[in-house]
């Protein structure tokens, strides 16, 4: 007997048999505001240097999650570190969203299949292959998805005014890390993707399932374009005066886009 797995069965309905709420209590010392990202040596870094306190957590089976509070000159600020992969991201975020935050600025890293675009580049992504499970179960069935709808361009100028350089362009977003072959690798470039990653398409698909505003860029790390594969820095520790600069800069974006 032939199974079709194809994802295609996209259910609209808001409410599933259990929900964030069944989980999370609303908390009404959460910050509307929050960054988050990917490495807990940047959240470990943001949490040390900027005046901070731990205002809450969520935990599972893989540990706890703190949610901070950044007091950036009388303006609250949430930080939380995302779990890598679309489906723990997005259910981290749906219990964030539940807790009380209600805008995101999220950040992280990427591998570049453009091998002209330099190490710890921005990159600010305008729509996403859909190369994942999670998002199809947030938005009905197509190839790609929109990011950044609402925010691109105030991310861009906010990058302008910074004078900070980036690339706008399209990312692949795929659950399998040891999956991404060459001839992957090609099919994605012909389809206009400059870069890769394993989140992006799904939280862009949540944000408008639950109509959310989150705001995302990356910071490229490794080079797929290349005959031989380039690491670059996508060791947490690697230039780490260049990823705390980042993590600043994510922390003024937030600010820019959210507290006025």
């Not at 409410?15 to 709420?21: G, I, K, L, R």
């Not at 399932?209 to 490794?222: L, N, W």
């Not at 005066?241 to 937030?254: G, N, P």
Request: proline share 3%; aromatic share 10%; glycine share 4%.
């Amino acid at each position: 007997m032939n199974f079709d797995l194809t994802i295609t069965d996209f259910d609209n309905d808001k409410s599933a048999v259990f929900n964030p709420d069944s989980y999370i209590e609303k908390n009404p010392e959460c910050p509307k505001i929050a960054v988050t990202c990917f490495a807990e040596n940047l959240v470990s870094y943001a949490a040390e240097n900027f005046k901070s306190r731990k205002v809450s957590a969520i935990s599972s089976a893989n540990g706890e999650i703190p949610l901070y509070e950044l007091d950036i000159n009388g303006v609250k600020i949430g930080l939380f570190m995302s779990l890598i992969g679309a489906s723990a991201a997005v259910g981290v975020y749906e219990e964030f969203f539940q807790m009380g935050i209600e805008k995101l600025v999220v950040f992280g890293t990427c591998g570049v299949l453009d091998g002209s675009i330099a190490d710890c580049s921005i990159i600010v992504p305008n729509r996403a292959v859909r190369d994942e499970g999670t998002s199809f179960h947030y938005a009905p069935p197509e190839n790609e998805i929109a990011v950044n709808v609402n925010t691109l361009d105030k991310i861009c100028g906010f990058l302008d005014d910074k004078n900070i350089s980036h690339t706008i362009g399209k990312v692949w977003t795929t659950d399998a890390i040891y999956r991404e072959t060459r001839q992957k690798v090609q099919k994605r470039k012909s389809d206009g993707c400059i870069c890769v990653d394993m989140e992006c398409s799904a939280i862009a698909a949540l944000a408008r399932f639950r109509e959310k505003e989150i705001s995302q860029f990356f910071y490229s790390a490794d080079n797929l374009d290349s005959d031989t594969y380039e690491k670059r820095s996508i060791s947490n520790s690697a230039n780490l005066d260049v990823k705390h600069k980042i993590l600043d800069l994510a922390v003024e974006m937030a600010l820019m886009l959210y507290s006025k």
